[in-house]
T-cell receptor
Framework: NAGVTQTPKFRILKIGQSMTLQCAQD?????MYWYRQDPGMGLKLIYY???????DKGEVPNGYNVSRSTTEDFPLRLELAAPSQTSVYFC?????????????FGQGTRLTVV | AQTVTQSQPEMSVQEAETVTLSCTYD???????LFWYKQPPSRQMILVIR??????QNATENRFSVNFQKAAKSFSLKISDSQLGDAAMYFC??????????FGKGTRLSVIA
């Protein structure tokens, strides 16, 4: 059981470039999330999804886009990368209800925009 | 909007001693879960302990226990017999099902040998 898989683990982008951060989960969770974590700070919600075909903005969505065509995958697209997007990005998934309710996290993607 | 507040940005504890990390939340949902996650320097998010709002009994996991005060919307984490490996950032997280996970800003715990 792989849990939540994020790729890549590290990436350096030049200003203005675009990229997609991949996230896949194999637990059939309805809820998936993208967070960013700046150095020494907590996690800020970028986008989330409550099921395939449904996405919604979080606290800091500007400069990002997402899609959820399947239950398993929730890619995050960065368009026109800016230095302010230098951060560690976490994908997470969860379901709700029952004694095993828990949020599962990917290992994170460290992104540097130069 | 729901918020989770961790009022202690940093804490320190002597090895083998006990430390308590504070957390308050303000959800209006009747059913929800609360978690403490640990994030060591490796960045991995590790579940420490979980509490369901409907359960009155405080959760315990080995050296980790919580003090869940539902009326006060308080959810503190107690670490007993602290070990060097407990040094990490600790996040209090609320999950009410209909809204995204809500994170506190975190408490950085240092363990002094």
């Amino acid at each position: 059981n792989a849990g939540v898989t994020q790729t890549p683990k590290f990436r350096i982008l030049k200003i203005g470039q675009s990229m997609t951060l991949q996230c896949a989960q194999d637990m059939n969770h309805n809820y998936m999330y993208w967070y960013r974590q700046d150095p020494g700070m907590g996690l800020k919600l970028i986008y989330y999804s409550v099921g395939a075909g449904i996405t919604d903005k979080g606290e800091v969505p500007n400069g990002y886009n997402v899609s959820r065509s399947t239950t398993e995958d929730f890619p995050l697209r960065l368009e026109l990368a800016a230095p302010s997007q230098t951060s560690v990005y976490f994908c997470a998934s969860s379901d709700f209800g029952g004694p095993d309710t828990e949020a599962f996290f990917g290992q994170g993607t460290r992104l540097t925009v130069v | 909007a729901q918020t989770v507040t961790q009022s202690q940005p940093e804490m320190s504890v002597q090895e083998a001693e006990t430390v308590t990390l504070s957390c308050t939340y303000d959800t209006s949902e009747s059913d929800y879960y609360l978690f403490w996650y640990k994030q060591p320097p490796s960045r991995q998010m590790i579940l420490v302990i979980r509490q369901e709002a409907y359960k009155q009994q405080n959760a315990t996991e080995n050296r980790f226990s919580v003090n869940f005060q539902k009326a006060a919307k308080s959810f503190s984490l107690k670490i007993s017999d602290s070990q060097l490996g407990d040094a990490a950032m600790y996040f209090c997280v609320e999950n009410s099902g209909n809204t995204p996970l809500v994170f506190g800003k975190g408490t950085r715990l240092s363990v002094i040998a």
